[in-house]
């Protein structure tokens, strides 16, 4: 990644917003939608700046002096003068989607947020609501982590229980929990690579690795792919397939 994806809690928090006109007025929106407080200099308690300045010696200068006082800058239309980017938004709050292209091209994040958009329900951040609502009642039902992780995995998985991409979702999580719905059993899945590229995955490859617990691979397998695994599976390297799988999926991968 060129760029760390974040998301900031600003609610109440001031944000220095330096400029006029119609490009400081998007970022005003920006941060007032985000719950900030929107100042035009820095004060104590600030931590991030947008620079919304026609002329670059200007805003290079506003920048700099900002930076100064310990704070990140994002100065708009100007990409090798950002400490951070904003992302194209597709808010469906608690959740929210972010399109980055890391200033290489606005109107690419734009389209991507418009493919997005159009194929998430309108309820999405009501599932999600009604997801945190049943926590205690999930742990007592699946008291062991590990277990309550891939029971939610599986209702959310295409065609699950709880499916995202079905609308009303949000209605079904108390029938989930009711339900008979078990733990899935615990695997060990090979994936067969045919190139050190992770664009050749195909689309069953790059599902497990998104869901695995475990990967066990040689030392020869490239990073590039390891990279689009769940960040916390745990990897293992090893020469030969396991006999023995921890619980959960695990996945072996070759050449």
Not at 14 to 32: F, H, P, S, T
Not at 87 to 113: E, F, H, W, Y
Request: with cysteine.
């Amino acid at each position: 990644m060129h760029q760390l994806p974040i998301f900031l809690n600003l609610t109440g928090r001031a944000v220095v917003l330096v400029g006029e006109g119609e490009a400081a007025d998007a970022k005003a929106r920006l941060i007032e939608r985000a719950g900030g407080r929107i100042v035009s200099a820095w004060e104590a308690g600030a931590t991030i700046a947008f620079v919304a300045l026609n002329d670059e010696g200007e805003a290079r200068a506003a920048a700099a002096a900002l930076r100064a006082h310990g704070l990140l800058v994002n100065v708009v239309d100007r990409p090798d003068l950002c400490d951070f980017t904003t992302p194209a938004i597709v808010d469906r709050t608690p959740v929210t989607i972010a399109i980055g292209t890391g200033g290489a091209s606005a109107g690419l994040a734009k389209a991507v947020r418009q493919r997005i958009e159009a194929l998430l329900p309108a309820r999405l951040g009501a599932l999600a609501s009604a997801l945190y609502a049943a926590r205690d009642a999930m742990k007592a039902r699946w008291p062991a982590a590990a277990d309550r992780r891939r029971a939610i995995d599986a209702a959310l998985a295409s065609g699950g229980a709880l499916d995202p991409l079905d609308e009303p979702a949000a209605d079904k999580v108390q029938s989930w929990l009711a339900s008979d719905a078990v733990t899935p059993p615990s695997r060990l899945e090979t994936i067969h690579l045919t190139s050190p590229d992770p664009d050749d995955l195909t689309l069953r490859a790059a599902r497990l690795l998104g869901e695995a617990d475990h990967i066990f691979h040689p030392a020869t397998i490239p990073a590039a792919i390891l990279d689009r695994a769940r960040a916390d599976a745990a990897r293992h390297v090893v020469e030969a397939r396991p006999r023995d799988a921890p619980a959960g999926l695990s996945l072996w991968l070759e050449m």
